[in-house]
């Protein structure tokens, strides 16, 4: 069974800052999708960015871009010129490429934005 | 506008009652998904399904069961049977197949059991 970890509870970081959320997943299959979701205190899931595992290329969505190693199964998020709007809960998940597309998350990551 | 709504946003049930969460999506995706979500944890599959008339226990399905009778609703029974219900519920919805296959939330559910 495919697992994946969070290993930062919480972060915190000062405004227009940059920040990296870490997360490892374990898995046996070659293909697969990550993704990062964000869950702010409406509790509303919002994804924020995907990568595909046969991808070398690290995908970006304007100040979001994720650190894909795969050998390593790491795929870190990284916000830059943080803003307040994002201070949330933030969470990892891990996607089979085959079979049902049910999604396994991490513990998930409170990133606090410091004014 | 297309979402997914839950209903009740909050709701209280006493112990030895079973209680059914509601899901509607008219996004007209195939697959819906229902997560657990507890404090300190990320979400956990309960059931999903890919289509209608079939489902799939995820990995704690116990003490509940779903049904799955028209494409646009998958309604959660939490029975008595489940030791812990307290928790907030979310769920989800996504077309079949491919990369660009996103999961939707709808806004949760938080049941407290009293």
């Known amino acids: 069974a495919q697992t994946v970890t969070q290993s930062q509870p919480e972060m915190s970081v000062q405004e227009a800052e940059t920040v990296t959320l870490s997360c490892t997943y374990d898995?046996?299959?070659?293909?697969?999708?990550l993704f990062w979701y964000k869950q702010p205190p409406s509790r509303q899931m919002i994804l924020v960015i995907r990568q595909e595992a046969y991808k070398q290329q690290n995908a970006t969505e304007n100040r979001f871009s994720v650190n894909f190693q795969k050998a390593a199964k790491s795929f870190s998020l990284k916000i830059s010129d943080s803003q307040l709007g994002d201070a949330a809960m933030y969470f990892c998940a891990y996607r089979s490429g085959t079979g049902a597309q049910k999604l396994v998350f991490g513990q998930g990551t409170r990133l606090t934005i410091n004014p | 506008d297309g979402g997914i709504t839950q209903s009740p946003k909050y709701l209280f049930r006493k112990e030895g009652q079973n209680v059914t969460l509601s899901c509607e999506q008219n996004l007209n995706h195939d697959a819906m998904y229902w997560y657990r979500q507890d404090p300190g944890q990320g979400l956990r599959l309960i059931y999903y399904?890919?289509?209608?008339?079939?489902?799939q226990k995820g990995d704690i399905a116990e003490g509940y069961s779903v049904s799955r009778e028209k494409k646009e609703s998958f309604p959660l029974t939490v029975t008595s049977a489940q030791k812990n219900p307290t928790a907030f519920y979310l769920c989800?919805?996504?077309?079949?197949?491919?990369?660009?296959?996103?999961?939707?939330f709808g806004p949760g559910t938080r049941l407290t059991v009293l």
């Open positions: 898995t046996s299959e070659s293909d697969y999708y």
């Open positions: 989800a919805s996504s077309t079949s197949g491919g990369f660009n296959v996103e999961q939707f």
């Open positions: 399904s890919q289509i209608v008339n079939d489902f």
